[in-house]
């Protein structure tokens, strides 16, 4: 055990040297990505793939895979593989073995190494399983004389991954992407193929597009396909079929934007940005080049960015289409700084720079990152990352991550290292004082950096080496150093002074004590000290034993010290400073001694030896240059032999292969000497001289001079024109030499400019110089020099040669000829010689005067080029068109095209349309015919009123001219007024054709006149009804949306109205609005004004109204009491405010009762009285008590508000008689008397009054009073004489004076002393849970026993009973079963007497039986009784009740109420109720949970006739013909698209959240045209939607066409579609029905013996026509009244079983179920209220009193229906058919057929109110 724990040791000691010597002597560097894998890798499963990740770094850093999660990646066995390199290899696999996991997932890449770690950026990888495709020939548009448009599909599955190569003309014409086509074919870099100007001869022609996979390289051919020419020649007007909506590129490179659109004539292209303030029209330029549909830019930079338009054009109109290009300019980012050093307990600061090109780029999403994990405060858009209190754990690699919007990362690393830090001991030993024998243990700690190493001594001397010292070492994970010196069995001679010193480079640090061992003096033995001279010696004697008196030392025989530079120090040991060799050399003796005399010895030997010393260098610094010879010499001026004399260059041993050479010329001068110096002898060289006493260096640095040399020398270089070019060019020398660039202007050996950094000119940091899209002004001559002071530098002339191919200044121009005269068509291209020129027609057919008699052609030649010049001679309208000057050289090729436009007489404009509309003019623009027109010399622009209802009028004209520009503003026109306007051009020739005719609808301005006939009404307390007319129709000036009708009161000095917004019809109808809200019992100035979509009109004269009078709704005011007397009070108060008053005021009641805790209250303790006077006087009243006061004020309506409760008490009385009195012989001589207080003590008890009265016969002998305390009810009377007889009687008294005296109760004294009890029984009232004690106080020691209810009570014989042994009786823990009556009988043998207690237990009451008696659609109204209230009266009742899931909420009701109505409730919403009650113990259970429904139903559909209302352009939608089934609804959805055979035509959505209005107009349409309408009408109850057809007038307003119309029925189910047919079938149906469940209930009352019928059915039927359920309406709005309240009578109560329903209790149903065909109206007034009613007999006793009787209320429609016969001119039932569909979100499905009403079952109960 002793070996292995030696061999532990050691081994520690081995681990902490090596760990702690290894931050002195390597040097470490954080890793550092080499290559980092890309952010996103595709390949295909046939191929695989892999991801290269390498990192440099000290020590070589390890690379590993993570995933997304941080989870580490895994080799699967042929699937997945990690190469020892560092990449990652995803291996082929079939289709089926394809994991997501593993080939659609992201990767990271790790490096770290002992320093710390770094993660690449998220590598997504996707692999894409090669599947078989096939690819097929769209024909866009083939249309002869136009351009036909191919489009290879390719399928979706795999488009992302294909793309066009080429296109083959059958046979074997290949036809590759280009930026511009040969004239004829055009193949766009996106893969579709223009053919331009199709003759019949394409016909016949076949074509096939070839694909290839982006992965597999796999190239697919689709079929053949042939063009079929469509000979119509009538005018298509573009449409963009193609567009490259977002393209990005990086700064520098090309980008292409592409526009593609068909139409006929071949649309003409504009491009345009809108990167500035307004649109801008797009120039060629050197950069740009405008190529028809395509616009190419070379060399983007960020100012290209943003976004373009491409307008396409011919005469049949115009299309666009926007295109945003997007430059990445790429990003550099960096660490500053990138290695940072800080000492612990510092702080580190690391600043993530940004830039591009240069300059510093702001706002970027910067993360950083520290050893590869997210800092957690990172993530915010900050470039400076703090660590304060820098401490081991910081230090590692910290990573700066910049992701950019568009995705891609960048990223840098820095490192922080921790700097040195002396050590600093944490922990260390203190002294110690201890007997021979037990185990010590010594321990410090230190912490530093590097770590420090700990090492001990003893005495200033290495530990004993003996089996008894164990020293131990580790370092903890924090880096500190923990040592330990374990003495097992510690001995006298281990005392001494012990030291532990912890040193790194960084310092040293020690902590010394004492361990003091009790023993003689001992002195151990001192090894050979070795001084170095100079420095101070400090000897310490090594002696043990405790305690020591003196040390002394001795050298020579003489007791030290005998020199200045000696001194023993106070703890005995020696110093000496300096040391000298010669006088201090030899051997020291110490000796030291205790008290008792005894001393020791001990003598050792101090050697002085002298250090090294060096001669300096004379300089710093030797700067030679290359091939000269270089000496340094090293002198050792002192120090004793023997000498080591080394050399290092760069802190390393001189090597032989360096080139070097030392020469020892003796012990003391040694000289390195370099023969021919070269670049590699650059360095730092040190002569390092050692001997036993110390090692010093002297250093000097050698810098070497090297001229330039070539390491990329310069060549010549040929470049095509607009291409890239690197030239290359680099040196090296010491110093590191300049390259500059120079350009001759001239010849060879002419001048030299410099070249500098310009956009296109990039001088690179290598020396390279690149030139990008390369033009002919770069050609010539270029000097790259390399110079770095030594010599005269390097330099070398290329020659930069640009071979240009042919190109035009301009891509395009146009020539513009009359009719018969020769048009000169010219080009001019540049380039290199020879250029051949070929002028082609429309791209095709090669023009060749010998074949063709009106051309001619000349060229020639032009100092850049080639001019050229085509000569057309009589032109006319066929030589119009596109013509090519195609030029060809040896390096490529290029055309121009040269547009021909022969003039003709004006064509009649295009594309007439409104560029302006107000209410009073029109801004016309039109566009002139583009092809063949001649010079237009004025325009006459027509005009017109387009209401077919109106005398048709002459056009009206007017003239543009001077000069003739495309619009013209026509003035003087009347506002919401179609008029018909058409343009017509006039030239030399003569005048065009007229345009199409343009229908145009003036704006709507304010309406000019107020509204008529304004009247109001009152209709309640807080309402008005208030209805006008629309103002006149020419004052409307447009269509009226709606009112804004304001109120005010009249006698308030506000002069401003509150307004209120109601929708109009947008006819002018008759209008009404019910305002509610208002203020009760106010007169109001009311008025209305129109409003269109512009704005409002007039106000109308106001109308004075005055709201009915109502209760008041505030209670009295200031009201207080003051008591009279014992029984009576004074009341008074003051009148509520006058606002609040809401009528005239007819008196005051006061409702008080007595507060009083009685087991039953009783029934007529509520009074009431009634007066005018603001005072009363409240007479015969309970003496002494507390009265509850409260004040209503009333009108002719009814009852006020209640004021809060006043507590009131009435002054104290005398109290009454005491309620009883006893009188027992206690003993021969004592009498016991005991008394009951009285039951009405009318005040406070002060005291008791006992009379004693001594009679003998019927001779009064004596006459006595005592006064008793109030709390005393008993006296025992001593010291009487025998067999006298005494009378007794009590009286009370509180303050105001005595009450009544008792009954008198006499007794003879005896010695026979009978059993009699003294206490007192009766009700005693108890809550549960309590404990009662019943007594049992007797005289005469008789036996007792308890009986309940003649039961004997047995000790013992209940858990919850105890009889004391004075004879009381104790429950305990009350429960209801332990009431009843408790007797106590007591007989001692001379007498027998019995007692009775009635024990009364209270409990919570009963759960009440609640009832719903009736539902609105926002109010249910309940009642309820209560059950058994748990002896005890109810305080109160708390109402719970929670719409659907959401929060309960709860209400406190009044322990008189005994029904509730809940208001402001959600329409058509099921909510859960249910009741508890209240007493002084405590809640009750609650009472079964009720679920009730609110009235009201998801919207219903309207017939398509009363809905719709189609126009030629437009269709009306009456929104307010939808009904809503009693709930309001909140929005509609509407939709529509036009029926064409387009199977994937879209839906055009009108609104998804359209507010309730009376009237949409929804415009666009086309005439005679078939729509499907969709509409979805929501509202809190649910939803419902239909479809509907219709078809539009024609553009004259007459009838569609019939066939359009059968279309339409056609389109739509026959029978629902038809209203006459699906009423009767329904009403049949449910007839039916109705008569079978009739039958079935019938039949089963007569097997039940004629059960009286439960249940009823209500049946509603659909209306067919609006006149018809108009009158219904008002029928049942006759028949049926809405109640809100319950009827009863006095003697009614509330059924509690089914058969308490009368068989004839009339059950109301929902209108809306009735008539849903029926409009409903916004506002309060649209939501019918509805209930059902019964009777009932008379509630129990004790209960809350019956219901109040219901008070009838009339409700009635805020607006009547009216037919809208303005909108019927033409058939609607022809013109729109209906398909709808109903859906209902909430709980149970509501059908409109019948209604059943279910009796309530002994559980939960549903009820569902319709």
Same mark, same amino acid.
């Given at each position: 055990?002793?070996?292995?724990?030696?061999?532990?040791?050691?081994?520690?000691?081995?681990?902490?040297?090596?760990?702690?010597?290894?931050?002195?002597?390597?040097?470490?560097?954080?890793?550092?990505?080499?290559?980092?894998?890309?952010?996103?890798?595709?390949?295909?499963?046939?191929?695989?793939?892999?991801?290269?990740?390498?990192?440099?770094?000290?020590?070589?850093?390890?690379?590993?895979?993570?995933?997304?999660?941080?989870?580490?990646?895994?080799?699967?066995?042929?699937?997945?593989?990690?190469?020892?390199?560092?990449?990652?290899?995803?291996?082929?696999?079939?289709?089926?073995?394809?994991?997501?996991?593993?080939?659609?997932?992201?990767?990271?890449?790790?490096?770290?190494?002992?320093?710390?770690?770094?993660?690449?950026?998220?590598?997504?990888?996707?692999?894409?399983?090669?599947?078989?495709?096939?690819?097929?020939?769209?024909?866009?548009?083939?249309?002869?004389?136009?351009?036909?448009?191919?489009?290879?599909?390719?399928?979706?599955?795999?488009?992302?991954?294909?793309?066009?190569?080429?296109?083959?003309?059958?046979?074997?014409?290949?036809?590759?992407?280009?930026?511009?086509?040969?004239?004829?074919?055009?193949?766009?870099?996106?893969?579709?193929?223009?053919?331009?100007?199709?003759?019949?001869?394409?016909?016949?022609?076949?074509?096939?597009?070839?694909?290839?996979?982006?992965?597999?390289?796999?190239?697919?051919?689709?079929?053949?396909?042939?063009?079929?020419?469509?000979?119509?020649?009538?005018?298509?007007?573009?449409?963009?079929?193609?567009?490259?909506?977002?393209?990005?590129?990086?700064?520098?490179?090309?980008?292409?934007?592409?526009?593609?659109?068909?139409?006929?004539?071949?649309?003409?292209?504009?491009?345009?940005?809108?990167?500035?303030?307004?649109?801008?029209?797009?120039?060629?330029?050197?950069?740009?080049?405008?190529?028809?549909?395509?616009?190419?830019?070379?060399?983007?930079?960020?100012?290209?960015?943003?976004?373009?338009?491409?307008?396409?054009?011919?005469?049949?109109?115009?299309?666009?289409?926007?295109?945003?290009?997007?430059?990445?300019?790429?990003?550099?980012?960096?660490?500053?700084?990138?290695?940072?050093?800080?000492?612990?307990?510092?702080?580190?600061?690391?600043?993530?720079?940004?830039?591009?090109?240069?300059?510093?780029?702001?706002?970027?999403?910067?993360?950083?990152?520290?050893?590869?994990?997210?800092?957690?405060?990172?993530?915010?858009?900050?470039?400076?990352?703090?660590?304060?209190?820098?401490?081991?754990?910081?230090?590692?690699?910290?990573?700066?991550?910049?992701?950019?919007?568009?995705?891609?990362?960048?990223?840098?690393?820095?490192?922080?290292?921790?700097?040195?830090?002396?050590?600093?001991?944490?922990?260390?030993?203190?002294?110690?004082?201890?007997?021979?024998?037990?185990?010590?243990? =010594? %321990? !410090?700690?230190? +912490? *530093?950096? #590097?770590?420090?190493? $700990?090492?001990?001594?003893?005495? &200033?001397?290495? @530990? /004993?080496?003996?089996?008894?010292?164990?020293?131990?070492?580790?370092?903890?994970?924090?880096?500190?150093?923990?040592?330990?010196?374990?003495?097992?069995?510690?001995?006298?001679?281990?005392?001494?002074?012990?030291?532990?010193?912890?040193?790194?480079?960084?310092?040293?640090?020690?902590?010394?004590?004492?361990?003091?061992?009790?023993?003689?003096?001992?002195?151990?033995?001192?090894?050979?000290?070795?001084?170095?001279?100079?420095?101070?010696?400090? =000897? %310490? !004697?090594?002696? +043990? *034993?405790? #305690?020591?008196?003196? $040390?002394?030392?001795?050298?020579? &025989?003489?007791? @030290? /010290?005998?020199?200045?530079?000696?001194?023993?120090?106070?703890?005995?040991?020696?110093?000496?400073?300096?040391?000298?060799?010669?006088?201090?050399?030899?051997?020291?003796?110490?000796?030291?001694?205790?008290?008792?005399?005894?001393?020791?010895?001990?003598?050792?030997?101090?050697?002085?030896?002298?250090?090294?010393?060096?001669?300096?260098?004379?300089?710093?610094?030797?700067?030679?240059?290359?091939?000269?010879?270089?000496?340094?010499?090293?002198?050792?001026?002192?120090?004793?032999?023997?000498?080591?004399?080394?050399?290092?260059?760069?802190?390393?041993?001189?090597?032989?292969?360096?080139?070097?050479?030392?020469?020892?010329?003796?012990?003391?001068?040694?000289?390195?000497?370099?023969?021919?110096?070269?670049?590699?002898?650059?360095?730092?060289?040190?002569?390092?001289?050692?001997?036993?006493?110390?090692?010093?260096?002297?250093?000097?640095?050698?810098?070497?001079?090297?001229?330039?040399?070539?390491?990329?020398?310069?060549?010549?270089?040929?470049?095509?024109?607009?291409?890239?070019?690197?030239?290359?060019?680099?040196?090296?020398?010491?110093?590191?030499?300049?390259?500059?660039?120079?350009?001759?202007?001239?010849?060879?050996?002419?001048?030299?400019?410099?070249?500098?950094?310009?956009?296109?000119?990039?001088?690179?940091?290598?020396?390279?110089?690149?030139?990008?899209?390369?033009?002919?002004?770069?050609?010539?001559?270029?000097?790259?020099?390399?110079?770095?002071?030594?010599?005269?530098?390097?330099?070398?002339?290329?020659?930069?040669?640009?071979?240009?191919?042919?190109?035009?200044?301009?891509?395009?121009?146009?020539?513009?000829?009359?009719?018969?005269?020769?048009?000169?068509?010219?080009?001019?291209?540049?380039?290199?010689?020879?250029?051949?020129?070929?002028?082609?027609?429309?791209?095709?057919?090669?023009?060749?005067?010998?074949?063709?008699?009106?051309?001619?052609?000349?060229?020639?030649?032009?100092?850049?080029?080639?001019?050229?010049?085509?000569?057309?001679?009589?032109?006319?309208?066929?030589?119009?068109?596109?013509?090519?000057?195609?030029?060809?050289?040896?390096?490529?090729?290029?055309?121009?095209?040269?547009?021909?436009?022969?003039?003709?007489?004006?064509?009649?404009?295009?594309?007439?349309?409104?560029?302006?509309?107000?209410?009073?003019?029109?801004?016309?623009?039109?566009?002139?015919?583009?092809?063949?027109?001649?010079?237009?010399?004025?325009?006459?622009?027509?005009?017109?009123?387009?209401?077919?209802?109106?005398?048709?009028?002459?056009?009206?004209?007017?003239?543009?001219?001077?000069?003739?520009?495309?619009?013209?503003?026509?003035?003087?026109?009347?506002?919401?007024?179609?008029?018909?306007?058409?343009?017509?051009?006039?030239?030399?020739?003569?005048?065009?054709?007229?345009?199409?005719?343009?229908?145009?609808?003036?704006?709507?301005?304010?309406?000019?006149?107020?509204?008529?006939?304004?009247?109001?009404?009152?209709?309640?307390?807080?309402?008005?009804?208030?209805?006008?007319?629309?103002?006149?129709?020419?004052?409307?000036?447009?269509?009226?949306?709606?009112?804004?009708?304001?109120?005010?009161?009249?006698?308030?000095?506000?002069?401003?109205?509150?307004?209120?917004?109601?929708?109009?019809?947008?006819?002018?109808?008759?209008?009404?609005?019910?305002?509610?809200?208002?203020?009760?019992?106010?007169?109001?100035?009311?008025?209305?004004?129109?409003?269109?979509?512009?704005?409002?009109?007039?106000?109308?004269?106001?109308?004075?109204?005055?709201?009915?009078?109502?209760?008041?709704?505030?209670?009295?005011?200031?009201?207080?009491?003051?008591?009279?007397?014992?029984?009576?009070?004074?009341?008074?108060?003051?009148?509520?405010?006058?606002?609040?008053?809401?009528?005239?005021?007819?008196?005051?009641?006061?409702?008080?009762?007595?507060?009083?805790?009685?087991?039953?209250?009783?029934?007529?303790?509520?009074?009431?009285?009634?007066?005018?006077?603001?005072?009363?006087?409240?007479?015969?009243?309970?003496?002494?008590?507390?009265?509850?006061?409260?004040?209503?004020?009333?009108?002719?309506?009814?009852?006020?508000?209640?004021?809060?409760?006043?507590?009131?008490?009435?002054?104290?009385?005398?109290?009454?008689?005491?309620?009883?009195?006893?009188?027992?012989?206690?003993?021969?001589?004592?009498?016991?008397?005991?008394?009951?207080?009285?039951?009405?003590?009318?005040?406070?008890?002060?005291?008791?009054?006992?009379?004693?009265?001594?009679?003998?016969?019927?001779?009064?002998?004596?006459?006595?009073?005592?006064?008793?305390?109030?709390?005393?009810?008993?006296?025992?009377?001593?010291?009487?004489?025998?067999?006298?007889?005494?009378?007794?009687?009590?009286?009370?008294?509180?303050?105001?004076?005595?009450?009544?005296?008792?009954?008198?109760?006499?007794?003879?004294?005896?010695?026979?002393?009978?059993?009699?009890?003294?206490?007192?029984?009766?009700?005693?009232?108890?809550?549960?849970?309590?404990?009662?004690?019943?007594?049992?106080?007797?005289?005469?020691?008789?036996?007792?026993?308890?009986?309940?209810?003649?039961?004997?009570?047995?000790?013992?014989?209940?858990?919850?009973?105890?009889?004391?042994?004075?004879?009381?009786?104790?429950?305990?823990?009350?429960?209801?079963?332990?009431?009843?009556?408790?007797?106590?009988?007591?007989?001692?043998?001379?007498?027998?007497?019995?007692?009775?207690?009635?024990?009364?237990?209270?409990?919570?009451?009963?759960?009440?039986?609640?009832?719903?008696?009736?539902?609105?659609?926002?109010?249910?109204?309940?009642?309820?009784?209560?059950?058994?209230?748990?002896?005890?009266?109810?305080?109160?009742?708390?109402?719970?009740?929670?719409?659907?899931?959401?929060?309960?909420?709860?209400?406190?009701?009044?322990?008189?109420?005994?029904?509730?109505?809940?208001?402001?409730?959600?329409?058509?919403?099921?909510?859960?109720?249910?009741?508890?009650?209240?007493?002084?113990?405590?809640?009750?259970?609650?009472?079964?949970?009720?679920?009730?429904?609110?009235?009201?139903?998801?919207?219903?559909?309207?017939?398509?006739?009363?809905?719709?209302?189609?126009?030629?352009?437009?269709?009306?939608?009456?929104?307010?013909?939808?009904?809503?089934?009693?709930?309001?609804?909140?929005?509609?959805?509407?939709?529509?698209?036009?029926?064409?055979?387009?199977?994937?035509?879209?839906?055009?959505?009108?609104?998804?959240?359209?507010?309730?209005?009376?009237?949409?107009?929804?415009?666009?349409?086309?005439?005679?045209?078939?729509?499907?309408?969709?509409?979805?009408?929501?509202?809190?109850?649910?939803?419902?939607?239909?479809?509907?057809?219709?078809?539009?007038?024609?553009?004259?307003?007459?009838?569609?066409?019939?066939?359009?119309?059968?279309?339409?029925?056609?389109?739509?189910?026959?029978?629902?579609?038809?209203?006459?047919?699906?009423?009767?079938?329904?009403?049949?149906?449910?007839?039916?029905?109705?008569?079978?469940?009739?039958?079935?209930?019938?039949?089963?009352?007569?097997?039940?013996?004629?059960?009286?019928?439960?249940?009823?059915?209500?049946?509603?039927?659909?209306?067919?026509?609006?006149?018809?359920?108009?009158?219904?309406?008002?029928?049942?709005?006759?028949?049926?009244?809405?109640?809100?309240?319950?009827?009863?009578?006095?003697?009614?109560?509330?059924?509690?079983?089914?058969?308490?329903?009368?068989?004839?209790?009339?059950?109301?149903?929902?209108?809306?179920?009735?008539?849903?065909?029926?409009?409903?109206?916004?506002?309060?007034?649209?939501?019918?209220?509805?209930?059902?009613?019964?009777?009932?007999?008379?509630?129990?006793?004790?209960?809350?009193?019956?219901?109040?009787?219901?008070?009838?209320?009339?409700?009635?429609?805020?607006?009547?229906?009216?037919?809208?016969?303005?909108?019927?001119?033409?058939?609607?039932?022809?013109?729109?058919?209906?398909?709808?569909?109903?859906?209902?979100?909430?709980?149970?499905?509501?059908?409109?057929?019948?209604?059943?009403?279910?009796?309530?079952?002994?559980?939960?109960?549903?009820?569902?109110?319709?």
């Amino acid at each position: 055990m002793w070996i292995s724990s030696r061999l532990f040791v050691i081994f520690l000691l081995l681990h902490l040297e090596t760990t702690c010597s290894e931050p002195f002597e390597a040097h470490l560097r954080g890793p550092g990505f080499v290559m980092e894998p890309p952010g996103r890798v595709e390949f295909s499963n046939s191929s695989g793939g892999w991801l290269d990740c390498s990192a440099s770094g000290s020590p070589q850093p390890t690379i590993d895979w993570v995933h997304a999660d941080g989870s580490a990646v895994t080799e699967i066995h042929g699937v997945r593989r990690v190469l020892r390199n560092g990449t990652l290899v995803l291996m082929p696999f079939a289709a089926a073995a394809y994991h997501q996991d593993v080939h659609n997932t992201i990767y990271r890449c790790i490096a770290s190494n002992s320093v710390g770690r770094i993660v690449s950026r998220d590598v997504q990888v996707r692999a894409v399983v090669a599947q078989a495709y096939k690819v097929d020939v769209e024909v866009l548009s083939a249309s002869r004389g136009c351009t036909a448009i191919l489009r290879c599909v390719v399928p979706t599955f795999v488009k992302e991954l294909v793309r066009v190569v080429s296109w083959v003309h059958e046979p074997a014409i290949y036809i590759y992407p280009s930026l511009q086509g040969d004239g004829k074919f055009h193949l766009l870099p996106t893969g579709e193929l223009l053919i331009h100007n199709l003759q019949e001869s394409d016909e016949s022609q076949s074509f096939r597009c070839r694909s290839m996979h982006r992965l597999t390289r796999q190239v697919v051919v689709s079929s053949p396909t042939r063009l079929r020419i469509n000979s119509h020649r009538g005018i298509i007007s573009p449409s963009v079929v193609e567009h490259t909506a977002h393209v990005q590129v990086s700064q520098d490179e090309g980008a292409v934007l592409l526009c593609v659109a068909q139409g006929c004539p071949s649309p003409e292209y504009s491009w345009y940005t809108h990167n500035g303030a307004g649109p801008l029209p797009v120039l060629s330029g050197p950069r740009v080049r405008l190529l028809g549909p395509i616009l190419a830019i070379e060399a983007v930079t960020g100012e290209d960015s943003g976004v373009y338009k491409c307008t396409a054009s011919n005469v049949g109109g115009e299309a666009s289409a926007e295109l945003r290009l997007t430059v990445a300019t790429p990003i550099q980012v960096e660490i500053s700084p990138n290695v940072l050093s800080v000492h612990m307990g510092g702080t580190a600061e690391f600043r993530c720079l940004v830039t591009s090109n240069g300059s510093p780029v702001g706002m970027q999403n910067i993360l950083w990152y520290k050893d590869g994990r997210q800092l957690p405060s990172s993530g915010r858009v900050e470039d400076t990352l703090v660590v304060p209190r820098v401490s081991r754990e910081n230090r590692g690699m910290y990573q700066c991550v910049v992701r950019r919007p568009e995705g891609d990362t960048f990223q840098a690393t820095a490192e922080l290292q921790l700097g040195d830090a002396p050590p600093v001991l944490l922990y260390s030993f203190i002294e110690q004082t201890l007997q021979p024998g037990p185990a010590v243990s =010594l %321990k !410090c700690s230190a +912490a *530093g950096n #590097p770590t420090p190493q $700990i090492s001990w001594t003893l005495d &200033g001397f290495p @530990l /004993p080496s003996n089996g008894r010292f164990m020293i131990g070492q580790y370092i903890t994970v924090h880096g500190d150093v923990i040592s330990h010196v374990n003495i097992s069995h510690v001995m006298v001679e281990d005392g001494g002074e012990y030291a532990c010193i912890a040193e790194n480079r960084a310092g040293r640090v020690q902590h010394a004590a004492r361990l003091n061992i009790y023993g003689l003096p001992y002195i151990r033995l001192i090894p050979k000290v070795t001084a170095v001279s100079g420095e101070t010696l400090n =000897l %310490k !004697c090594p002696v +043990a *034993g405790y #305690p020591i008196e003196e $040390i002394h030392w001795e050298r020579g &025989g003489r007791e @030290l /010290p005998d020199d200045i530079r000696q001194r023993v120090q106070p703890d005995g040991s020696l110093t000496i400073s300096p040391v000298q060799k010669n006088s201090d050399s030899g051997v020291y003796t110490c000796w030291a001694r205790n008290k008792q005399g005894h001393s020791a010895r001990r003598s050792g030997e101090v050697t002085v030896i002298v250090p090294p010393k060096v001669s300096p260098f004379q300089t710093s610094i030797l700067q030679l240059n290359m091939g000269d010879r270089a000496s340094l010499t090293c002198s050792v001026v002192k120090g004793d032999l023997p000498l080591t004399i080394n050399w290092r260059k760069d802190g390393r041993p001189i090597d032989p292969t360096q080139h070097m050479s030392v020469k020892q010329v003796d012990q003391y001068n040694s000289i390195l000497v370099i023969e021919n110096l070269g670049s590699d002898h650059t360095g730092n060289y040190s002569c390092v001289v050692r001997n036993s006493a110390a090692e010093v260096e002297n250093s000097q640095a050698l810098l070497v001079n090297v001229p330039p040399r070539w390491i990329v020398e310069p060549v010549d270089a040929n470049v095509e024109r607009n291409r890239h070019i690197m030239l290359h060019c680099q040196a090296q020398g010491v110093p590191t030499p300049s390259i500059v660039w120079k350009k001759a202007t001239g010849s060879k050996s002419g001048e030299y400019e410099e070249v500098r950094e310009r956009p296109f000119t990039k001088l690179l940091g290598n020396g390279s110089l690149l030139l990008q899209h390369v033009k002919e002004d770069r050609e010539g001559f270029y000097l790259c020099q390399a110079n770095n002071g030594i010599g005269t530098g390097i330099g070398k002339v290329i020659q930069l040669k640009v071979n240009s191919s042919p190109y035009f200044s301009s891509t395009s121009r146009s020539v513009m000829v009359k009719k018969g005269d020769t048009a000169l068509l010219q080009c001019s291209v540049s380039g290199d010689k020879p250029i051949n020129i070929v002028w082609m027609r429309s791209g095709k057919n090669t023009l060749n005067p010998s074949t063709n008699y009106k051309i001619s052609v000349k060229q020639e030649a032009t100092p850049d080029g080639v001019s050229a010049e085509l000569q057309i001679r009589t032109v006319d309208a066929t030589d119009s068109g596109p013509y090519f000057c195609r030029a060809s050289n040896l390096y490529g090729n290029d055309q121009q095209l040269v547009q021909l436009q022969v003039q003709e007489p004006p064509q009649p404009p295009s594309v007439l349309e409104a560029a302006m509309i107000s209410s009073r003019s029109v801004n016309l623009k039109w566009q002139p015919k583009t092809l063949g027109t001649g010079d237009v010399s004025k325009y006459l622009v027509e005009f017109r009123e387009a209401d077919p209802a109106l005398f048709v009028e002459q056009w009206q004209q007017v003239e543009v001219k001077d000069p003739p520009t495309f619009n013209a503003l026509i003035e003087n026109l009347k506002p919401a007024t179609r008029y018909a306007f058409r343009v017509i051009a006039e030239g030399s020739a003569g005048r065009s054709a007229p345009s199409q005719e343009l229908i145009v609808r003036t704006e709507p301005q304010r309406p000019a006149g107020p509204p008529l006939n304004l009247s109001a009404r009152p209709l309640s307390s807080t309402e008005l009804l208030i209805s006008w007319v629309a103002p006149l129709p020419e004052l409307r000036h447009g269509d009226i949306q709606g009112y804004n009708v304001g109120y005010k009161l009249a006698n308030s000095g506000n002069t401003a109205y509150n307004f209120t917004s109601v929708s109009g019809d947008g006819d002018g109808g008759n209008g009404e609005l019910l305002l509610s809200g208002l203020a009760k019992f106010q007169r109001y100035n009311v008025v209305v004004q129109a409003f269109n979509q512009v704005g409002p009109g007039p106000l109308s004269e106001p109308a004075t109204s005055q709201t009915m009078e109502d209760v008041p709704s505030r209670s009295p005011e200031d009201v207080r009491c003051a008591a009279l007397s014992s029984q009576s009070l004074q009341v008074s108060w003051q009148p509520p405010p006058i606002y609040h008053t809401n009528g005239l005021l007819q008196g005051y009641k006061l409702v008080f009762e007595p507060i009083i805790d009685d087991i039953q209250p009783s029934k007529d303790e509520v009074e009431s009285r009634k007066t005018t006077a603001l005072t009363m006087v409240l007479t015969g009243l309970r003496k002494y008590t507390n009265y509850s006061i409260q004040v209503l004020a009333h009108t002719r309506m009814g009852d006020g508000v209640l004021s809060k409760p006043l507590f009131c008490h009435s002054e104290e009385d005398v109290p009454e008689a005491p309620a009883d009195i006893k009188v027992v012989v206690s003993s021969s001589q004592s009498l016991y008397i005991s008394w009951l207080p009285p039951t009405e003590p009318n005040g406070v008890i002060t005291k008791y009054s006992l009379y004693t009265r001594v009679v003998n016969g019927r001779e009064e002998l004596n006459n006595e009073k005592r006064s008793l305390p109030s709390q005393q009810a008993y006296y025992e009377a001593k010291g009487l004489h025998p067999h006298m007889e005494y009378q007794f009687w009590v009286t009370a008294s509180t303050r105001v004076g005595e009450g009544k005296s008792s009954r008198v109760a006499s007794q003879i004294t005896t010695n026979r002393i009978p059993a009699r009890i003294i206490s007192f029984g009766g009700l005693v009232v108890r809550p549960w849970r309590s404990t009662v004690t019943l007594p049992c106080t007797a005289v005469g020691k008789p036996k007792r026993d308890w009986f309940k209810s003649d039961v004997v009570l047995r000790q013992g014989g209940h858990h919850n009973t105890q009889i004391l042994d004075n004879g009381d009786l104790i429950i305990s823990s009350l429960e209801l079963g332990d009431g009843g009556n408790y007797s106590c009988q007591v007989d001692n043998g001379i007498g027998t007497d019995r007692l009775t207690h009635i024990l009364l237990v209270q409990v919570p009451p009963a759960a009440p039986t609640l009832y719903v008696t009736s539902a609105t659609s926002s109010s249910i109204l309940m009642h309820w009784k209560c059950g058994f209230t748990g002896n005890a009266p109810i305080t109160g009742y708390t109402l719970f009740y929670r719409r659907g899931n959401a929060n309960t909420d709860e209400m406190q009701l009044s322990r008189h109420a005994s029904s509730h109505e809940l208001k402001g409730l959600v329409c058509g919403s099921t909510y859960q109720i249910y009741l508890s009650a209240q007493n002084k113990v405590g809640p009750s259970p609650s009472s079964i949970m009720l679920h009730v429904r609110t009235q009201g139903q998801s919207p219903g559909q309207p017939s398509s006739t009363a809905l719709l209302a189609p126009n030629s352009t437009s269709l009306l939608v009456r929104l307010h013909s939808w009904p809503d089934n009693g709930c309001p609804i909140l929005y509609f959805v509407l939709q529509y698209k036009a029926v064409t055979d387009d199977p994937d035509a879209e839906w055009v959505m009108v609104s998804n959240a359209l507010k309730p209005q009376r009237r949409l107009v929804v415009p666009n349409l086309l005439p005679s045209t078939l729509y499907h309408l969709r509409m979805e009408a929501h509202n809190v109850a649910g939803e419902s939607s239909a479809e509907f057809s219709f078809v539009t007038l024609t553009k004259d307003g007459d009838p569609p066409p019939p066939e359009i119309v059968q279309r339409g029925h056609r389109g739509t189910t026959v029978f629902y579609g038809n209203i006459n047919l699906l009423i009767p079938s329904i009403a049949a149906l449910s007839g039916m029905i109705c008569t079978i469940v009739m039958v079935i209930i019938c039949y089963r009352n007569m097997l039940k013996n004629a059960r009286p019928l439960a249940e009823q059915s209500a049946h509603s039927q659909k209306e067919s026509l609006e006149n018809r359920a108009n009158s219904e309406a008002a029928q049942r709005e006759r028949y049926y009244a809405t109640i809100h309240k319950v009827s009863m009578q006095n003697n009614d109560k509330i059924p509690e079983t089914s058969e308490d329903i009368s068989p004839y209790a009339t059950f109301q149903l929902s209108e809306g179920a009735a008539n849903m065909s029926q409009p409903h109206h916004g506002g309060p007034a649209n939501t019918l209220l509805h209930s059902f009613m019964y009777h009932e007999r008379a509630l129990a006793e004790g209960c809350s009193s019956p219901p109040p009787a219901a008070s009838k209320n009339r409700r009635r429609h805020s607006r009547k229906t009216e037919p809208e016969s303005e909108e019927s001119e033409s058939d609607q039932d022809q013109l729109t058919s209906s398909r709808t569909e109903s859906s209902n979100q909430h709980e149970g499905k509501i059908k409109h057929n019948s209604r059943l009403i279910q009796h309530f079952p002994n559980h939960n109960i549903s009820i569902t109110y319709l």
